[in-house]
C-alpha cells in the first residue's frame, strides 16, 4: 500500500515502523493517496496558535482568544478544548470550565497577517484556492504533479511543513476526490493531521456515521432526520431520490447523495463572499435608545470599511440583536439603492432598532448587508437621492484624517455625545 513520510514527504510502496530515509515515524497510508487531488487545509486553532506563536510562555498553557466576562470565545487552544472550551461559548462558561486559562483580546490584523502568508503559499501550490474563512480553504491539485515532480499527497506535506516554518502555527490536512470527503477527512485527524478519504470506501466508511457529522446538517435538521429513523449516514444514504424527496422534500434526493459522500462543487477561487457583517458583545447589557444607537453608528462605519476593502455595496440590510437571555432577533430592510456609506446603513437599520429597543435588555448587536451587489454602483446618486456623491466625498475625506492622526480625529455626534 502506497505511504507517505510526514516528516520528509518521501513517498514509497510500502512501509515499515520507521522511515528509512528519515527515520521519522509519521506515515500516511493509503490504497488511492497517490491518486487523490482535493484537498482541505484548516488551521488548527488558529487565532489561540498564533498567539502562542509569539508568546512562547504560553505554549503549555491553555489559552482563550476572546471577549471579557460579556463576551464569548472566538477561539481556544486544545488544551482549553479538553476541558470543554469551545467557540462561541459565552466567556463566563468557558472560565467556569477552565478557571486557569490566559485571556487574550482578539488582535484581527495580526490573524489576517498569519491567513494571508498561508494563503500566499497555498498559491504556490496550486491557483485553485477557495477560501472558506480566515482560517481554512479548499484546494484543487489535478493536473499538478508534473509542475511540483510529485503527486498531491506528498507535495501537501511538504506545504504543511513549509507553514510550520515559515509562519509559526500548524495545519490539518484532508484529502479526497471531492470537496465533502476532503472536509470530513480533516475532522477526522487534528491537530497537526493528515487524513485521506477514497472514493472506493466513501459510501461504506460514513455509513455509521451519525448524519449530525454531514456538513450543513445543524442540531434541529438532525433531530428532524431522527425522528424519520434516518439516525445514520448510512439509513439517510441508502434512501433513492425518490423516497428521499418524499421523505425530505425537494433538498431530499441531494442530502442523500452527500450521505455517500457524493458531492459535485467545484473548487471556485472566485466564489462570491456570502456576508459582510459587523458586531460586538457589550460589557453589560443595554436597553437605552441613545445608547443602543452610538454603537449601531459606531458598527455602521465598521461595516462600511468593510464594505470598501472588499469592493462590495449594500443592496439592503441586516439587524441583529440579541437579548440579555441570548434570544436572536435579526430584522432587515432593503435600500432603494446600492451603498457603502455608514450613514445611509445606519438610517436604514435605526428604524429596525428604534422597533425593537422597548425595554428589552440586550447584550449583542450588529449589523450587516444583505444582499451584496457590486461596489461599482455604490452611492452614485440619483433623482431620488441627489447628495449621496457629496456624502461619499465627505466620508471619503473623514477616513483619510482618521487615518493620518487616528480614529478620534473625526467623531460624529452621537458617538460623542455618548462619550
Not at 520528509?8 to 500516511?28: A, F, H, I, N, Q
Not at 446538517?217 to 434516518?230: C, E, I, M, S
Not at 449601531?296 to 465598521?302: A, M, N
Request: net charge positive; glycine share 8%.
Amino acid at each position: 500500500m502506497p505511504a507517505l513520510c510526514r516528516d520528509c514527504t518521501t513517498l514509497l510502496d510500502k512501509s515499515g515502523p520507521s522511515c528509512p530515509v528519515c527515520g521519522g515515524r509519521r506515515w500516511v497510508r493509503h490504497a488511492e493517496l497517490a491518486d487523490l487531488t482535493i484537498a482541505h487545509i484548516d488551521c488548527d486553532a488558529f487565532f489561540a496558535s498564533v498567539e502562542k506563536r509569539d508568546r512562547p510562555e504560553l505554549r503549555t498553557m491553555p489559552v482563550i482568544v476572546g471577549g471579557g466576562q460579556r463576551g464569548v470565545v472566538a477561539a481556544c487552544c486544545y488544551q482549553a478544548r479538553i476541558k470543554g472550551v469551545r467557540s462561541a461559548m459565552p466567556m463566563f462558561k468557558a472560565l467556569a470550565l477552565c478557571p486557569g486559562a490566559v485571556v487574550i483580546k482578539p488582535q484581527m490584523s495580526k490573524y489576517a497577517e498569519a491567513s494571508r502568508a498561508i494563503r500566499t503559499l497555498m498559491m504556490d501550490l496550486t491557483p485553485l484556492v477557495q477560501p472558506l474563512s480566515i482560517d481554512e480553504a479548499v484546494l484543487d491539485l489535478s493536473g499538478t504533479a508534473a509542475l511540483h515532480k510529485a503527486p498531491p499527497a506528498a507535495v501537501l506535506a511538504r506545504f504543511a511543513l513549509r507553514v510550520e516554518r515559515e509562519v509559526g502555527v500548524t495545519v490539518s490536512v484532508g484529502l479526497a476526490p471531492n470537496r465533502l470527503l476532503a472536509k470530513l477527512a480533516v475532522e477526522r485527524d487534528k491537530p497537526r493531521g493528515f487524513a485521506v478519504i477514497g472514493a472506493a470506501e466513501a459510501a461504506t466508511l460514513l455509513a455509521p456515521e451519525p448524519v449530525s457529522v454531514l456538513p450543513g446538517v445543524g442540531p434541529v435538521q438532525a433531530r428532524k432526520l431522527q425522528a424519520l429513523g434516518l439516525v445514520t449516514l448510512g439509513q439517510l444514504g441508502s434512501l433513492s431520490p425518490r423516497e428521499a424527496a418524499a421523505k425530505l422534500g425537494e433538498d431530499g434526493p441531494a442530502l442523500a447523495a452527500r450521505a455517500r459522500g457524493e458531492d459535485r462543487r467545484r473548487v471556485d477561487p472566485a466564489r462570491d463572499t456570502k456576508s459582510i457583517s459587523a458586531e460586538t458583545t457589550f460589557e453589560r447589557d443595554l436597553r437605552a435608545v441613545p445608547e443602543l444607537e452610538a454603537v449601531l453608528w459606531r458598527l455602521s462605519e465598521k461595516l462600511a470599511r468593510r464594505l470598501k476593502e472588499k469592493d462590495f455595496a449594500a443592496g439592503g440590510v441586516v439587524l441583529k440583536l440579541k437579548t440579555a437571555g441570548f434570544a436572536l432577533r435579526t430584522r432587515h430592510a432593503r435600500l432603494t439603492a446600492p451603498t457603502r456609506l455608514p450613514d445611509t446603513l445606519f438610517a436604514a437599520a435605526r428604524p429596525l432598532l428604534a422597533r425593537e429597543a422597548d425595554g428589552t435588555a440586550f447584550r449583542l448587536i450588529g449589523i450587516g448587508a444583505q444582499p451584496l451587489l457590486s461596489g461599482d454602483g455604490a452611492d452614485r446618486g440619483d433623482l431620488l437621492d441627489l447628495e449621496s456623491p457629496r456624502r461619499a466625498a465627505r466620508w471619503n475625506a473623514m477616513e483619510q484624517l482618521r487615518a493620518r492622526f487616528g480614529e478620534a480625529a473625526v467623531m460624529r455626534g452621537i458617538v460623542a455625545k455618548r462619550g
